[in-house]
C-alpha cells in the first residue's frame, strides 16, 4: 500500500510533546513490513538543515495566501519526506505553533498540500492511496479531499489528543480556500467557527485513536465539546494503543547513560541514580525512592496533585525530581518547593531530551497523575527502563499499566501503581502503597522486572493501522 502520512512534528527535529515521537516511529514500522509510507510535513529550518533534499516536485505561485511555494522531496533515515517550503509561513523561529497570527494559514497550507497530492500525486507519478492525517493541524486534509476535484484518496484521522482542537474564525473560510458550503455543521463549521480536528473527525472515511480506552472516553464526557461527534461515528473509529521505539528507548544501548543494563544485569543500573542525583542536586543518598515527573506542566497532566504531596513525599523520606515546562504558575510552585527542600526536591524548568532518558534510568517511580492521557508514552519508557509508572487510570494509563494488588503480585502481571479519583488525596494514597513496597526489595524487583518484559513495541499498532487501511480500500473508500 501506498501511505502519505500528514503531521506537524517529527522527532529529533521538530518535537513539541509524544506526536513526535509517533511520527518518528509509526511510518517507519509501517516501511518494515514492506509498505510505501511517506510523510508530509512543513520544511522547518531544522528539517531542511537535517535532512537531504532530494529536489523540487511541484510548485505554486502562492499558496494561501503566502506567496510561493514548493514541494521538496527529501529523506530522513528510513523514512522519505515530502516538505512544503514557504518561507513567509514556515522559516522564522520558534516553535511549530507559535506565531499565532497565521497559524490557521500555515497548517490549512499544509492540508491543501496533503490533498493535492493524494489528487494528483508528485512530478514522478507517486501517488499515495491512503492519506492519513494526525491530530488538528492536519484536520482540513480530509475536507479539502472532500470539496475537491479528481481521484479521492481513502482518508483516516487520528487524534493524539482531543483537547487541542484548531478553531478559527468563521471570517477567514475564504482565506482558507474552502467552499462556502462547507461551513455547515456536516462539514467544517464548529459553534460559529471553522474546527480544524471536528472537520477531519466529520469528513475523514476512518478515525482511530491512541488507546481503546481513551476511544471510549472521548464518546463520553472527554471529547472536549466533540463527544457527540465521537459518538455518532462510533462504528469506524478504533483505539490503537501506541507503541515505543526500542532503538531509542533501549536502557541496553542508550548512549545518554553512564551505565548500560537489562533485565540480565539489573545491578548496572545503580550508577545511573547517583549521576542523577548529582545533576539534578539531590542528596546522594542510596536509601531514598526517587520519584520522577517528567511532563509538560499543565493541570490536564495533574502536576498540580503532585505539588499537593511535596511534603507527603519529603516525610516518607522520599526525593522528587521534576522535568518539564508549561503553565508559568506550576513552573514557579515546583522552584518554590526545590528550595524549600534543597537536596530533596529539584525542578528542572526546560525539556533536556538526554536528561529525560537519564531520569527513567535512575527513578524508582515514574508519576503520569493525568486528568486525561490519551496514550501516553511516558509510563511506557518507564517501564521499559525499570521505573515502576504510578499512575492514574485514565486513557492509554489504564490500558499500559497493571496496578499492584494483592492479586497482580501474587500471579506476576504488576507492573505499576494506579489510582481512580482525581486529587492529592488520591495520589497520596498510591503514594503509600508505592513505599510500602519499596520496602520490600524482593516485590519491588518483581514488579520492576514485568514491566521491563512488557512487550510494547511498534510492529502490532503497524499492522493494525495497516489492517485498517485495507479495510478502507477493501469498501472502495
Not at 65 to 92: V, W
Not at 334 to 345: D, E, L, M, T
Not at 379 to 401: E, K, S
Amino acid at each position: 500500500m501506498s501511505v502519505l502520512f500528514v503531521a506537524s512534528e517529527l522527532f529529533p527535529y521538530v518535537k513539541v510533546g509524544g506526536l513526535g515521537d509517533v511520527m518518528a516511529a509509526l511510518p517507519r514500522a509501517m516501511r518494515a513490513l514492506g509498505h510505501d509510507v511517506r510523510m508530509l510535513l512543513p520544511a522547518y529550518p531544522e528539517l531542511l538543515a537535517a535532512v537531504e533534499v532530494q529536489g523540487q516536485t511541484v510548485a505554486f505561485p502562492d499558496l494561501m495566501g503566502g506567496g510561493p511555494a514548493r514541494i521538496l522531496r527529501a529523506e530522513a533515515p528510513g523514512l522519505p519526506l515530502y516538505l512544503l517550503d514557504q518561507p513567509t509561513f514556515f522559516d522564522r523561529p520558534g516553535g511549530p505553533y507559535d506565531h499565532p497570527e497565521d497559524l490557521a494559514k500555515r497548517f490549512a497550507a499544509l492540508c491543501w498540500v496533503a490533498a493535492h497530492l493524494g489528487r494528483e500525486g508528485d512530478s514522478e507519478g507517486w501517488r499515495p492511496q491512503i492519506l492519513h492525517g494526525h491530530d488538528w493541524p492536519a484536520g482540513l486534509m480530509p475536507a479539502y479531499v472532500a470539496y475537491g476535484p479528481g481521484p479521492r484518496p481513502a482518508t483516516v484521522m487520528t487524534i493524539h489528543n482531543i483537547a487541542f482542537q484548531g478553531r478559527f474564525p468563521a471570517s477567514m473560510l475564504d482565506g482558507l480556500w474552502l467552499p462556502h458550503h462547507a461551513f455547515t455543521p456536516e462539514g467544517v463549521e464548529f459553534h460559529g467557527d471553522i474546527g480544524f480536528l471536528k472537520a477531519g473527525l466529520k469528513l475523514a472515511d476512518c478515525l482511530s485513536t491512541v488507546s481503546p480506552t481513551y476511544a471510549r472516553e472521548i464518546q463520553m464526557d472527554g471529547g472536549h465539546g466533540l463527544e457527540s461527534l465521537m459518538a455518532h461515528r462510533n462504528g469506524v473509529l478504533q483505539g490503537i494503543l501506541n507503541g515505543v521505539d526500542r532503538a531509542v528507548w533501549n536502557p541496553a544501548k542508550d548512549p545518554h547513560l553512564v551505565s548500560h543494563y537489562d533485565l540480565k544485569h539489573p545491578a548496572r543500573r545503580v550508577p545511573n541514580r547517583s549521576d542523577f542525583q548529582r545533576r539534578l542536586g539531590l542528596h546522594e543518598d542510596p536509601d531514598a525512592p526517587i520519584f520522577t515527573a517528567v511532563s509538560r506542566l499543565d493541570v490536564l497532566k495533574g502536576l498540580d496533585l503532585v505539588l499537593e504531596n511535596v511534603d507527603h513525599l519529603v516525610a516518607q523520606g522520599a526525593q522528587l525530581a521534576q522535568l518539564g515546562q508549561g503553565e508559568p504558575l506550576l513552573e514557579a510552585a515546583f522552584r518554590q518547593a526545590a528550595q524549600r527542600y534543597p537536596g530533596r526536591v529539584s525542578a528542572f524548568i526546560g525539556y533536556d531530551e538526554a536528561l529525560a532518558h537519564r531520569a527513567f534510568a535512575a527513578s524508582d517511580v515514574i508519576l503520569v497523575p493525568s486528568r486525561q492521557e490519551p496514550c501516553g508514552l511516558t509510563q511506557l519508557y518507564a517501564q521499559a527502563y525499570g521505573a515502576i509508572p504510578l499512575v492514574r487510570r485514565t486513557g492509554g494509563l489504564a490500558d499500559t499499566v497493571v496496578g499492584a494488588s494483592p492479586e497482580t503480585l501474587q500471579n506476576d502481571t504488576a507492573t505499576g501503581f494506579q489510582f481512580d479519583e482525581a486529587n492529592g488525596w488520591a495520589l497520596g494514597e498510591a503514594i503509600n502503597r508505592a513505599m510500602a513496597l519499596f520496602r520490600d526489595p524482593v516485590t519491588w524487583r518483581q514488579v520492576q522486572r514485568r514491566g521491563m518484559m512488557a512487550e510494547f513495541g511498534w510492529e502490532h499498532p503497524a499492522r493494525a493501522y495497516l489492517d485498517l487501511y485495507a479495510s478502507l480500500l477493501l469498501k472502495g473508500a
